[in-house]
């Protein structure tokens, strides 16, 4: 740029190169354009340059030309200059002593002295006077006779000196960019954003369809600056995408998690339950708990089993950041024996993906299963251990083999599986020679110490082990045999476990139930008065009876003290 020449039209150059450069595919940053820009200015405007960096302006180029044309022109302003003939202006390049003189004629001349730096201005010639009267008066009267408005003249007038754009006048000096072709258009950043606003926030995918859809016109939505309300109103958790490496070796990785406390507590007192997964293998163990505190206890039982068992060291334990893993005695342990602790971030239970889903699942099935067999829901404790039994056995999609297959390196036996809660009749060990050699009872689970089944007597309500048994899986019980086996319990009354001893030979083949006719008993009449008084007796033979006896609340009495004394007895 020359020195004197229009700073616009130098801006108007400088764009103009700039969209030949985007042309060619030869796109800069912004700071290189301001550089070059700023380089091509003469030294008039080198006042100009040290402002800009000084106080370190970030400016778009159409913002730094609209800065250089207003630093232009108010730098003319402040030049003086003198009023010639007709109103029209001259620059003053010195100061001194000069007369003016007019020709011959009516009227005095006006000479400017030194101190004036230059002549007044003359007035235009009016009719029938020759003084020279001094243009002093102010403008505001002045009307154009181009617009016809006050205040300006037509030289001046801004409807001449614009263009108009689709019905309206807009100015060269404006907050708009003339470019090359002489085109207008808004900056595409502010309008992007505008327009974002606009919309309520919306997200820039959903402006896009509106661009594509021809609804909007958005020439750059790229550049779409990032928005700090946007980010505080609609912040949201980040995906959990992929599935991460499983373990290389057997215990490198142990997920382990706490579920409870149940609603209803299990036989026994167990309101909550414990489970740890192998990473590598997906083998599971569950243990029944009655209070979250014995957490810490569960895992050196599960630690002493599992190391003794595959010679290996747990290396890390993963869970959540529930306060039975934050203890200091827990922490502790795990420092002492070399265990790496993985807790989850807060609230990302979605981390330890693994044991939550192990918990989901197990329920599921546990619900599933006393569903079908219409068991009372405090068998829960002995669904769950069943449940976890299956699943080792079972094969998953995580995996190449199954849990039990690749934990023990061998594959697991499905011979012995019978239908949870399935009716079985169960051989007596003592009784009289007259009495039924067998009971009708409850399948409920398979032992982890010994070989047979637990089984659940509802007559004399104890769970006890045996492997003499005959299993009715295919036969179920009519509803009048179900009200029979149905198992009524008072809450918190703990199971009765015993072991039955082996008979050489185990009975696990189903068979359809046989009937059996019945004779009703009588008293001999030798017994005179004492046999009538025996068949009048009226007292309640089950639980049914006697909770729906009208003296029901003394049988509910009645039962809780017996209850208690067995309890204190250890009975």
């Not at 250089?68 to 302003?77: D, G, H």
């Not at 997920?255 to 599971?284: E, K, N």
């Not at 048994?469 to 009524?488: C, G, M």
Request: charged share 25%.
């Amino acid at each position: 740029m020359t020195e004197g020449s229009s700073v616009q039209s130098h801006g108007v150059t400088m764009l103009s190169l700039v969209e030949k450069l985007e042309d060619l595919k030869a796109v800069l940053n912004n700071d290189t354009y301001i550089d070059v820009i700023l380089q091509s200015l003469p030294p008039s405007y080198d006042l100009f340059i040290v402002n800009y960096n000084m106080n370190g302006l970030e400016k778009f180029i159409h913002e730094l030309i609209n800065m250089l044309v207003q630093y232009e022109a108010t730098t003319r302003m402040s030049e003086p200059s003198v009023l010639v003939g007709e109103a029209s202006t001259s620059k003053v390049k010195g100061k001194g002593a000069r007369r003016w003189k007019r020709k011959k004629g009516k009227g005095t001349a006006v000479t400017a002295t030194a101190s004036t730096g230059g002549a007044p201005p003359i007035a235009p010639k009016e009719k029938g006077k020759g003084k020279v009267e001094g243009s002093q008066q102010s403008r505001a009267n002045d009307v154009c006779i181009h617009c016809h408005g006050k205040g300006h003249w037509k030289r001046e007038c801004p409807q001449l000196l614009s263009h108009p754009v689709n019905g309206l006048y807009i100015l060269q000096q404006s907050n708009l960019i003339m470019t090359a072709q002489h085109k207008w258009k808004v900056d595409d950043h502010e309008n992007a954003q505008i327009w974002h606003a606009r919309l309520g926030h919306i997200s820039k995918d959903r402006i896009r369809r509106l661009v594509d859809t021809k609804s909007l016109e958005i020439d750059d939505l790229d550049h779409l600056p990032t928005c700090e309300s946007c980010l505080k109103g609609k912040m949201t958790k980040k995906r959990f995408v992929g599935q991460s490496a499983i373990a290389k070796g057997l215990l490198d990785l142990v997920h382990t998690d706490v579920c409870g406390p149940l609603s209803i507590p299990a036989r026994g007192g167990f309101s909550y339950f414990i489970t740890f997964t192998d990473d590598h293998s997906w083998y599971g163990y569950v243990y029944l708990m009655r209070y979250k505190s014995e957490a810490f206890g569960r895992l050196k039982e599960y630690r002493l089993e599992v190391e003794n068992q595959t010679n290996r060291k747990i290396k890390a334990l993963r869970s959540d950041r529930g306060g039975e893993y934050l203890s200091d005695e827990f922490i502790d342990y795990l420092k002492e024996n070399g265990i790496l602790s993985q807790w989850t971030p807060p609230g990302t239970p979605q981390l330890n993906g693994v044991a939550e889903r192990r918990n989901r699942t197990l329920l599921d099935m546990v619900r599933s299963m006393m569903s079908f067999m219409e068991l009372p829901p405090s068998f829960w404790g002995h669904a769950l251990e069943t449940a976890v039994k299956l699943l080792n056995i079972s094969p998953s999609k995580s995996i190449p083999q199954t849990p039990y297959e690749i934990w023990h390196g061998k594959p697991a036996s499905y011979k012995y599986l019978r239908v949870w809660g399935s009716p079985a009749y169960v051989k007596r060990l003592v009784g009289d020679k007259l009495d039924s050699r067998s009971s009708l009872c409850r399948f409920v689970g398979y032992p982890k110490e010994t070989a047979g089944y637990y089984f659940y007597d509802p007559t004399e309500q104890k769970v006890f082990i045996s492997r003499n048994a005959v299993f009715l899986e295919k036969d179920f019980p009519s509803d009048n045999q179900r009200d029979k086996i149905l198992i009524e319990e008072s809450s918190g009354e703990p199971p009765h476990e015993s072991t039955a001893s082996f008979e050489p030979t185990v009975h696990t083949d189903s068979v359809p139930i046989l009937r059996r006719l019945t004779r009703e008993s009588r008293v001999p009449e030798r017994y005179g008065f004492v046999g009538l008084t025996s068949q009048l007796d009226n007292d309640p033979k089950i639980y049914g009876e006697a909770m729906s006896d009208i003296d029901s609340d003394k049988w509910l009495e009645a039962m809780k003290s017996e209850m208690d004394s067995m309890g204190s007895n250890q009975v």
